[in-house]
């Protein structure tokens, strides 16, 4: 850590909690992949024969957000 020493615990405490934070989001039922594959399975129940073709785009779709991401990892 590149920090102020006196502030290193604090820090290291932060960084734990954050990546625990995301651990439980990244395995929560309301996490970015289930939210997806309810969304994929409605647009595929909604759109009648064209629906498997409309799911496969949502699918691919969030491959692709999720390979080329915004903001870097924790």
Known sequence: MLCD??????????IGYL??????MDNGPIS????EK???KVVS???GKWGCFASAGVDLLYD???????????
Not at 19 to 24: E, I, S
Not at 32 to 35: A, C, E, K, R
Request: net charge positive; with cysteine; proline share 11%.
């Open 5 to 14: 020493p006196e502030t290193t615990q604090r820090t290291k405490e932060i």
């Open 19 to 24: 990546k625990g934070v995301k651990r439980n």
């Open 32 to 35: 970015d992949g289930n939210i």
């Open 38 to 40: 309810m969304v994929s």
């Open 45 to 47: 129940l909604s759109c």
């Open 64 to 74: 692709y957000v999720k390979a080329h991401p915004r903001t870097p990892p924790l």
